[in-house]
T-cell receptor, first 116, second 112 residues
Framework: GAVVSQHPSWVICKSGTSVKIECRSL??????MFWYRQFPKQSLMLMAT?????????EQGVEKDKFLINHASLTLSTLTVTSAHPEDSSFYIC????????????FGPGTRLTVL | AQSVTQLDSQVPVFEEAPVELRCNYS??????LFWYVQYPNQGLQLLLK??????LVKGINGFEAEFNKSQTSFHLRKPSVHISDTAEYFC??????????FGTGTSLTVIP
């Protein structure tokens, strides 16, 4: 089956630093990837839709200058949390769109970000 | 607009008992339906999906779900749960395989 990886799986950083999270589709090409944020005991909140070769589409309320998304190739999308603060601590999950005959989302294992 | 409702936020059930996790959706167009499971500190794993055809769908780990168009439901069931089934379960609908909408999740706790 389709596999999506995320790196790192867990990152701890100081307030004010920037953190980059990678999302890779390992055995298929994904023109579209999604980035979600999940707070404890809550559902996934869609942050943005990342399309290869174009600007990401952000959901309402998500700061695009805070959460920089780059989809440079058909197998890689990155999310950079700029000048991270403790309130940015969360579980970030990416997914890649693929499948035949119907698109479905294949999820990465998630990245836990802890900002001190 | 589409929406997904998972009526039960928490479901405790004894080991080896049957369980049903409810999911209702609202949509004016045809949708595809999915159930995902999330174990602690992990991503989402697909349990099963309904695209077309038979309304009873069987998935992994002994789970199944039935699509009921008239009731706009896609309830997840398992006849006998195990401790390892303790996890968060999410129902999702997709329109044309592009837009995905998730429910708020149901936390299943299997009691020994």
């Amino acid at each position: 089956g389709a596999v999506v990886s995320q790196h790192p799986s867990w990152v701890i950083c100081k307030s004010g630093t920037s953190v980059k999270i990678e999302c890779r589709s390992l055995d298929f090409q994904a023109t579209t990837m999604f980035w979600y944020r999940q707070f404890p005991k809550q559902s996934l909140m869609l942050m943005a839709t990342s399309n290869e070769g174009s600007k990401a589409t952000y959901e309402q309320g998500v700061e695009k200058d805070k959460f920089l998304i780059n989809h440079a190739s058909l197998t890689l999308s990155t999310l950079t949390v700029t000048s991270a603060h403790p309130e940015d601590s969360s579980f970030y999950i990416c997914s890649a769109l693929g499948g035949d005959p119907i698109n479905e989302q294949f999820f990465g294992p998630g990245t836990r970000l802890t900002v001190l | 607009a589409q929406s997904v409702t998972q009526l039960d936020s928490q479901v405790p059930v004894f080991e080896e008992a049957p369980v049903e996790l409810r999911c209702n959706y609202s949509s004016s167009v045809s949708v595809y339906l999915f159930w995902y499971v999330q174990y602690p500190n992990q991503g989402l794993q697909l349990l099963l999906k309904y695209l077309s055809g038979s309304t009873l769908v069987k998935g992994i780990n002994g789970f199944e779900a039935e699509f009921n168009k008239s009731q706009t439901s896609f309830h997840l069931r398992k006849p006998s749960v195990h401790i390892s089934d303790t996890a968060e379960y999410f129902c999702a609908v997709s329109v044309a395989g592009n837009q995905f909408y998730f429910g708020t999740g149901t936390s299943l706790t299997v009691i020994p």
